[in-house]
């Protein structure tokens, strides 16, 4: 919908206005500073008069519009002015907004509505451009892409009619990144519709301008509203146009395929108002109006829209006037046809429906799409951008038969890089929608979304990776996956779609072409695959890798140029370069002038804090072999805050002599400073030293790409060789030995010594260190200022008897106190009950002990300030009590305090037969099963994966003996809990 309302107030307008407000990665007339800038290369797009337009973007402040008053003024009313903006920073424009219709200026504004929160998430605001009803503009809606087009066409004609503004409105975040299917008139049919529109001499009054704008609006075989659904419907929906596209959707499959008497008007001129004409697309037998109005409060109940319709049929000639009823919402993208019957019970016995809570928010299958006569495809992509998914779209719109859509969402705050996921589907989706494909070309993202949410019963997945047996993808798939998988009896493909890109010739940045052929092949067997060939059969695109770039003859300073990887593009972020100390000196020196900042890990894309290490415990014997140690860190100066069940994102440090000795065998100065360019155009500045030691996982277990990467380095052809047959089909098991021996990249350039890549290309194919989460062991009411965790040193030796260590840990281990670590913050699902007097079961296996310590201190807290507190109860097991009793003096001084009612231990070596939690836990069996059906308790088990099975069965169990039920009822109540967050499990 952007580009569609670019485009036609680029045409019309000769001076454009852009107020984006406060937004996200796209906004309104974002496009439009490029197609204004006129240079030798890439001239301006003229508008459909064959003038330049003047494209000015502007700051959102209190009194907004003064400029565009200006320009009215300069330009003596000769020139067409256009205001691109979002409803949040419309309502600074109010005032000035009264001055425009008071001197009948004809501006159109096109409000994308929307606004962003304070977790830089945008959300629909349709509802907040009523705001401006009042000031003398005339406000129109649309709820489509097609119709973006076409009512921005009628606003600019309508404005000039009438000499009036006029305010056309949609949604900012679902319309405004649908990509359908558009006829759009070109620039010169725009022109002579605008050229034919007379200006009316006498300037009509404000309620006189409907009849212009009806007229106007029938031009285009529009109507001033729209009715959906039955027409003999006995509930009636009321709502704005520019929220209607999903609900008409799920009104009119709710009267087609379930019988539901329901239907929808849709109000697309809202200003000027038209209490006659809204009478009149009623239904006679409506005997109930829900208005639908956004918002998160009873305020909906005097929202403009229902007032105005109160109104309307209070005074009406109505001899039955239907009764009035209210649903509100945030937005109503979550509704389906599903839920239409659940509204209209609700409607018919208040006068107030939240839409917010449940049943609405959960989410339903649509059951009308089982009903479709002709069935209709829909697919999920799931990827770092949306190219693949765009691409598929423009190929299938070859075929004017089709009509293909995209939705997409977009995570922009997601650690590592912005996640797309784009909807594709050949009808109108609706909330609850499942689809039939899903292509998943990052699986890391397994393990973060629920992306089989929408999964229909034998789905195709495709997932991405070098992969060709079942045993190699297992441990990439999350448990959760599996078993959703298993139900929903999917389809599982895998490709990898860089290897067969690389066989096919086609260089990297083309493996779209390679999903486009996936999906042709999958969804559309025969029309995509012929589109593709026909696409792109004359294609011919680079597969040898470039060389490195080498320096004129008469320039010396070699360690100052920028390198580059072979078979990677240039690009203006990215790029690494060795520099002088005394450059990042003056970056420091002069901040302002450079516009220099400080942070402790600029590479990172979440907040960081910098906390200092107080407390360095070891709590098993030295002789015996596992180092479990407690760690305490003061947060005074970091402004850290955490809640209970988060988790401690620790940044760890390479072994500061390991990188020592490699950079002086690399032939590297440890103090010489590197640039590293970033996405924004900035420069990270870093001492080698720092970057080997803070940033790159450089003793850790390269990639695939890492081998092939290095192979083209390689001055050694039989080295070269080894390296590629290492990552070929034929070398998978020796690819595999090396996975187990966890062979590193400082390995790598030590075993093939011929491929020596500059350490500016260097430092870009070793992947960054990661945060290793470890759950909070402190409850931040009993210890203000300070974070506690639990941790166990982790370490190995290979099958060639190597010594392995775990970074984190061998770091942290190390620490000595006052050492400065870089940390953030994970949100988990492990919270306390709402209500202290609720039971609480925990059971924990080693270090899953810390989360329970944080809850139970917790509860002493509140059990200290004298409130009533419920059975605490703690299952803890570890091989024996001597060494591994961890915090076992605390435990036991809880026990004896009440605050923990009741403990069971397993430490499964101190006997003959090995004692597990789970046996503890059958042993009391009847006062579990009260906790958790009778008084409302909550079940937590932290730790290893391998017990979780034998831990339900325990539940169920208890369930089985102590509440009559037989073993599938709980299983399945287990089950329920769980989606309840009742039954929570934190395994790895």
Known sequence: ANHAVDYVAHCLSDIVFIYPGITTDAYLGQALKSWASNT??????????????KVVEMETRTGALTAVQGALAEANSSKTVTVL?????????????HALAIARQPVVFHVASHYVDQDLVAHSNVDAVLAARNTGALLLASSTVQEAHDMSLVA???????????????????????????NLLSYGRIAALAAAQSVEQSKKSYAEAYATAKALLAQFDYKPFDYFGDAAAETVLVTLGASSSTIATAVSRASKFLSTRVGLVSVRLYRPWSEADLIAILPKSATRLVVLEEG??????????????????RFSGLSVKPRLVTAQASSFHHLNASHMPLLIDQASQATFVDLQTAPFIVTLADQTREKEEKKEWQASIWD?????????????HQ????????EIVSDALHVGGPVINTRLTTAKSTAGSQVDYLGIHDTSLIREYDVLALAKPKAVVVLNGPW???????????????????????????????RVAHELGLHASAVHLVWEAVFGLLVQPLDLVKRLTALYRAVVLPVAPLNRPVGSDNDDDDKNKKSQIPGEEESTGGVAEISKWHKAAWNLMFKDAFQTTESARPDIHEPTYVVRLTENRRLTANSYDRNVFHLEFDTTDSNLTYSLGDALGVYGHNDY?????????????????????????????????????????????????????????????????????????EGKEDFKKRVEETVTYEDLLREFGSARPPVEALVQMVAPIKPRHYSIASSQKMHPGQVHLLVVAVDWETAKGKKRFGQCTRYMADMKIGTQVTVSIKSSVMKLPPLDTQPVIMAGLGTGMAPFRAFIQERSVAKAAGKEVGPVVLYFGSRNRRNEYLYGEELEAYLADGVLSHMGLAFSRDQVEKVYIQHKMKEDAKMLSDYLVNKDGHFYLCGPTWPVPDVKDALVYGLEHHTNIDAAKASALIEEWKEKEKYILEVY
Do not use: C
């Open 40 to 53: 030798l290369d890439t001239p301006a797009i003229r508008n459909g008069q064959g003038e330049l337009v």
């Open 85 to 97: 903006t979002s409803s949040q920073a419309l309502l600074s424009m109010i005032p000035n907004l």
């Open 156 to 182: 600019h004609l309508l404005s000039r009619a009438v000499q009036l503004p006029v305010i056309h409105y949609f949604d900012g975040v679902s319309a405004s990144r649908d990509i359908q299917k558009v």
């Open 296 to 313: 998160d409060g009873l305020f909906a109940f005097n929202g403009p829209l229902f007032l105005d319709i109160a109104a309307a049929i």
């Open 384 to 396: 770092s951008s949306a190219e693949t998914a765009l691409q598929i779209v423009h190929l299938l």
């Open 399 to 406: 075929d004017t038969t089709s009509a293909v859509q995209a």
């Open 468 to 498: 060709k047996h079942g045993d190699d993808i297992e441990a990439h798939l999350t448990n959760e996956f599996k078993l959703k998988a298993t139900q929903l009896d999917i389809k599982l493909y895998t490709i990898d779609s860089a």
């Open 657 to 729: 002599d390991e990188v020592r000795t490699f950079l002086e065998w690399y032939g590297l100065k440890e103090d010489d400073v590197i640039l590293i360019g970033g996405e924004d155009g900035k420069k990270e500045a870093r001492s080698l030293f720092q970057l080997f030691s803070q940033t790159l996982d450089f003793f850790g277990r390269p990639s695939k790409k890492f081998y092939e990467t290095l192979a083209a380095f390689a001055t050694d052809p039989k080295e070269r060789d080894q390296l590629l047959f290492l990552v070929s089909p």
